[in-house]
């Protein structure tokens, strides 16, 4: 979303909004009532201008009592703060939880991880919103968008390339913001962009052009998951167009998302995106036409001033009351399930916040612990050549920290104001204690670089990109780096030069990548003995990197990108036919990095693997059990991963499919059983003709193993 006020309008604080919904004047405000007839009534007590008000992200009545909430951003914890500024301009930030960005999520392939950090995030919300009457139980998130690009500006919001994964990482986000009430939600997951949104430079008038297949198998996928599996009832259209039509106006918001897949909440537009229509895509001669065309299509809210276009649409003929009433319906229903028009003690997630002496959970240790947990498992080992890392810090006297952003821990555009930082150089100092002199160089400036490396037993070298740019809105001038509104012009780390002048001076020298996306390190790679990588933004940043560099936490990260070698390896930024040799699933050269990667400083042997059949039918799932043996010295997580090839489909796919995964903890010494799960309907492929899925009979091989391009053990099966 552009950089727009979030229009967050409380109209009574909670306490008398629950005094004032507990006189039950209104058949929609009894609990007991089924849903649909609660909005009937609602709708017919309203005016048909309170019906247009609804359309905002406001959808109050305040002349029925009716108090709803707004939207809050919250990608990787909760955002009443931060460079954006999120929850007022002019009011002082609340302090939350502050996660490693989507990006760094991802790489932790963690879904159970995934699912508890939402659901703080949740928690919070409620939290800021029913104490402090701040922010709103609408959250903006997850990002279900695919990662097609390492050269799209917004990588760092996505979990990654593979639609599989991105679907089953939104489902435990989707879930963990939700909670697991039977009746109620404890916050709204509103994923977004829907659809095929991964180039920024263009995004408001350039289509999103791909064949049908793609549509079902790949962009969709994340969305669809995020809805039938993952219970979202919200999602935000996307600027762009797809196929030649504006995705805000795009028949699949009704024909797909609602009518196939149950989708019967809020469908919102982009900050700004209703007068994109006529500026920068000309679709409409005007704006209402454009009013009367959205709101049919299924938006139910809008994110920039729209009333005129609306009313006049309304004036003109183009659009009616029923229309109008079709529609908000959604906002209503997320309402309900929010508890937002009743006052019952059957919602538990009322009770949050409210109590006397509640203590502020971004403060407790239960927050910080888990904001810890999730970058240490967000840090991928890239490389460890002679067991570089850990270093030993008992055979240590002087440590080199070398990088412009090595005492910084630096925030995104979704960031919210995290209650304390840890950088990279607090949290080395933090680890080495007294013991060990810490001494730190920003650049090469006046050769210091090289003379602290050169006097160390030890160099480390922070590098990476700033995820705002250190620029104005759509601004990025260092070439490699990009943000929402604007796509990197090079995959080169320009601070690789850096790194070279600290190896030259001493070839006892690691590196620290953190970054939002990849980079084609391919000097560093060659000659530096161990790289890690890790994303921005979190708290607990300079704690977790210490960790993992001083041997207190084995690393398990894995990539969710292919990290290629050369911006020539990628096909064209707008080319949205990923079969032209995109992501780990097309790419037809070798990466720097691939799909999956990611090392340890433990080392495990797959021994075996068994399956409770020889065959899988429509509507079944397959069990597949990897037995896998820690045949190091270190206790560690491994990631197993299971992909499929069809061995002789008729139509043309991947070479080969993500299909389970699950990270393990395994002891030194200690062997595991891990049990994987292939449902039937992730096989199948869509056929246009028939215009459905379908379970082709044919062979299919399954690869087990530690990445993409590490396969351990295959198994052929068959589809009947």
Same mark, same amino acid.
């Given at each position: 979303?552009?950089?727009? $006020?979030?229009?967050?309008?409380?109209?009574? $604080? /909670?306490?008398?909004?629950?005094?004032?919904?507990?006189?039950? +004047?209104?058949?929609? @405000?009894?609990?007991?009532?089924?849903?649909?007839?609660?909005?009937?009534?609602?709708?017919?007590?309203?005016?048909?201008?309170?019906?247009?008000? /609804?359309?905002?992200?406001?959808?109050?009545? *305040?002349?029925?009592? #009716?108090?709803?909430?707004?939207?809050? %951003?919250?990608?990787?914890?909760?955002?009443?703060?931060?460079?954006?500024?999120?929850?007022?301009?002019?009011?002082?930030?609340?302090?939350?939880?502050?996660?490693?960005?989507?990006?760094?999520?991802?790489?932790?392939?963690?879904?159970?991880?995934?699912?508890? #950090?939402?659901?703080?995030?949740?928690?919070?919300?409620?939290?800021?919103?029913?104490?402090?009457?701040?922010?709103?139980? /609408?959250?903006?998130?997850?990002?279900?968008?695919?990662?097609?690009?390492?050269?799209?500006?917004?990588?760092?919001?996505?979990?990654?390339?593979?639609?599989?994964?991105?679907?089953?990482?939104?489902?435990?986000?989707?879930?963990?913001?939700?909670?697991?009430?039977?009746?109620?939600?404890?916050?709204?997951?509103?994923?977004?962009?829907?659809?095929?949104?991964?180039?920024?430079?263009?995004?408001?008038?350039?289509?999103?052009?791909?064949?049908?297949?793609?549509?079902?198998?790949?962009?969709?996928?994340?969305?669809?998951?995020?809805?039938?599996?993952?219970?979202?009832?919200?999602?935000?259209?996307?600027?762009?167009?797809?196929?030649?039509?504006?995705?805000?106006?795009?028949?699949?918001?009704?024909?797909?998302? =609602?009518?196939?897949?149950?989708?019967?909440?809020?469908?919102?537009?982009?900050?700004?995106?209703?007068?994109?229509?006529?500026?920068?895509?000309?679709?409409?001669?005007?704006?209402?036409?454009?009013?009367?065309? $959205?709101?049919?299509?299924?938006?139910? @809210?809008?994110?920039?001033?729209?009333?005129?276009? +609306?009313?006049?649409?309304?004036?003109?003929?183009?659009?009616? %009351?029923?229309?109008?009433?079709?529609?908000?319906?959604?906002?209503?229903?997320?309402?309900?399930?929010?508890?937002?028009?009743?006052?019952?003690?059957?919602?538990?997630?009322?009770?949050?916040?409210?109590?006397?002496?509640?203590?502020?959970?971004?403060?407790?240790?239960?927050?910080?612990?888990?904001?810890?947990?999730?970058?240490?498992?967000?840090?991928?080992?890239?490389?460890?050549?002679?067991?570089?890392?850990?270093?030993?810090?008992?055979?240590?006297?002087?440590?080199?920290?070398?990088?412009?952003?090595?005492?910084?821990?630096?925030?995104?555009?979704?960031?919210?104001?995290?209650?304390?930082?840890?950088?990279?150089?607090?949290?080395?100092?933090?680890?080495?204690?007294?013991? !060990?002199?810490?001494?730190?160089?920003?650049?090469?400036?006046?050769?210091?670089?090289?003379?602290?490396?050169?006097?160390?037993?030890?160099?480390?070298?922070?590098?990476?990109?700033? *995820?705002?740019?250190?620029?104005?809105?759509?601004?990025?001038?260092?070439?490699?780096?990009?943000? %929402?509104? #604007?796509?990197?012009?090079?995959?080169?780390?320009?601070?690789?030069?850096?790194?070279?002048?600290?190896?030259?001076?001493?070839?006892?020298?690691?590196?620290?990548?953190?970054?939002?996306?990849?980079?084609?390190?391919?000097?560093?790679?060659?000659?530096?003995?161990?790289?890690?990588?890790?994303?921005?933004?979190?708290?607990?940043?300079?704690?977790?990197?210490?960790?993992?560099?001083?041997?207190?936490?084995?690393?398990?990260?894995?990539?969710?990108?292919?990290?290629?070698?050369?911006?020539?390896?990628?096909?064209?930024?707008?080319?949205?036919?990923?079969?032209?040799?995109?992501?780990?699933?097309?790419?037809?050269?070798?990466?720097?990095?691939?799909?999956?990667?990611?090392?340890?400083?433990?080392?495990?042997?797959?021994?075996? #693997?068994?399956?409770?059949?020889?065959?899988?039918?429509?509507?079944?799932?397959?069990? !597949?059990?990897?037995?896998? $043996?820690?045949?190091?010295?270190?206790?560690?997580?491994?990631?197993?991963?299971?992909? +499929?090839?069809?061995?002789?489909?008729?139509?043309?796919? *991947?070479?080969?499919?993500?299909?389970?995964?699950?990270?393990?903890?395994?002891?030194?010494?200690?062997?595991?059983?891990?049990?994987?799960?292939?449902?039937?309907?992730?096989?199948?492929?869509?056929?246009?003709?028939? =215009? @459905?899925?379908?379970?082709?009979?044919?062979?299919?091989?399954?690869?087990?193993?530690?990445?993409?391009?590490?396969?351990?053990?295959?198994?052929?099966?068959?589809?009947?």
């Amino acid at each position: 979303m552009k950089k727009y $006020t979030l229009y967050l309008l409380l109209l009574l $604080t /909670v306490a008398p909004i629950l005094a004032q919904q507990k006189k039950q +004047v209104y058949p929609f @405000q009894n609990p007991k009532l089924a849903t649909e007839k609660r909005i009937d009534n609602l709708l017919s007590l309203m005016t048909l201008e309170e019906k247009v008000a /609804v359309l905002s992200t406001n959808p109050s009545v *305040p002349r029925l009592g #009716v108090v709803g909430t707004g939207h809050v %951003e919250g990608l990787h914890g909760l955002a009443l703060g931060g460079p954006a500024k999120w929850g007022g301009k002019n009011k002082e930030p609340i302090t939350t939880t502050t996660f490693p960005q989507a990006y760094g999520l991802g790489e932790t392939w963690d879904t159970e991880l995934l699912q508890k #950090v939402a659901n703080v995030e949740g928690y919070e919300a409620r939290f800021a919103f029913q104490k402090y009457q701040r922010g709103g139980l /609408v959250i903006r998130a997850p990002n279900a968008d695919i990662a097609r690009d390492p050269r799209w500006g917004r990588t760092e919001e996505s979990y990654g390339e593979d639609a599989f994964f991105n679907g089953t990482m939104t489902v435990a986000f989707v879930k963990g913001l939700q909670g697991n009430h039977l009746k109620y939600w404890q916050t709204a997951s509103l994923m977004k962009h829907f659809l095929a949104n991964s180039n920024e430079d263009g995004r408001t008038y350039t289509s999103s052009d791909f064949a049908e297949r793609l549509w079902r198998e790949y962009y969709s996928v994340p969305f669809r998951m995020g809805v039938v599996e993952g219970g979202s009832r919200a999602y935000m259209a996307a600027y762009n167009k797809v196929n030649g039509i504006p995705a805000m106006v795009h028949p699949m918001l009704k024909e797909i998302t =609602q009518k196939e897949w149950g989708q019967n909440g809020i469908i919102c537009t982009d900050g700004g995106a209703f007068k994109l229509l006529l500026s920068d895509h000309k679709y409409y001669k005007d704006q209402y036409l454009g009013a009367a065309a $959205t709101v049919k299509a299924g938006i139910n @809210q809008f994110l920039d001033d729209y009333k005129e276009g +609306v009313n006049g649409a309304l004036e003109k003929g183009y659009l009616t %009351e029923k229309d109008i009433d079709a529609e908000i319906r959604g906002n209503f229903r997320v309402m309900i399930k929010l508890g937002m028009l009743e006052a019952t003690a059957d919602n538990p997630y009322v009770k949050i916040g409210t109590g006397k002496d509640t203590i502020d959970p971004w403060k407790s240790d239960a927050h910080k612990k888990l904001a810890l947990e999730a970058t240490q498992k967000s840090i991928v080992l890239l490389k460890n050549d002679s067991n570089a890392l850990p270093l030993q810090k008992e055979k240590l006297k002087k440590v080199a920290l070398i990088g412009l952003h090595a005492d910084e821990v630096l925030l995104d555009w979704y960031s919210g104001t995290p209650p304390y930082v840890v950088t990279p150089l607090q949290g080395i100092k933090n680890k080495l204690g007294s013991n !060990v002199e810490v001494v730190y160089a920003k650049n090469n400036a006046d050769g210091k670089a090289a003379a602290i490396a050169k006097s160390a037993d030890a160099v480390i070298v922070i590098v990476g990109n700033h *995820p705002v740019c250190n620029a104005g809105w759509a601004d990025c001038p260092v070439p490699s780096e990009g943000k %929402e509104a #604007v796509d990197r012009q090079s995959l080169t780390l320009e601070q690789e030069d850096l790194i070279k002048i600290a190896y030259q001076a001493n070839p006892n020298t690691v590196v620290a990548l953190i970054s939002s996306f990849p980079y084609a390190i391919n000097w560093t790679q060659e000659h530096i003995p161990a790289i890690v990588h890790m994303a921005q933004n979190s708290q607990e940043l300079g704690n977790a990197l210490a960790d993992v560099l001083f041997g207190d936490y084995n690393p398990a990260g894995r990539l969710t990108q292919t990290w290629v070698k050369d911006i020539t390896d990628l096909p064209d930024l707008l080319d949205y036919n990923i079969r032209n040799g995109r992501t780990y699933q097309h790419f037809k050269g070798k990466p720097l990095y691939a799909f999956g990667h990611g090392l340890s400083y433990t080392t495990f042997k797959y021994n075996s #693997v068994e399956t409770n059949s020889e065959t899988i039918s429509k509507n079944g799932d397959l069990k !597949v059990s990897v037995s896998v $043996t820690n045949t190091g010295k270190k206790d560690g997580d491994e990631v197993v991963q299971l992909y +499929v090839k069809h061995l002789d489909s008729k139509v043309e796919r *991947p070479e080969k499919e993500l299909k389970a995964f699950q990270r393990v903890f395994i002891k030194s010494g200690e062997t595991k059983k891990v049990l994987l799960t292939i449902r039937a309907k992730d096989l199948e492929y869509w056929h246009v003709a028939k =215009q @459905q899925f379908e379970l082709e009979n044919n062979a299919v091989q399954l690869q087990i193993g530690s990445s993409s391009d590490v396969i351990l053990l295959t198994k052929k099966i068959n589809i009947k």
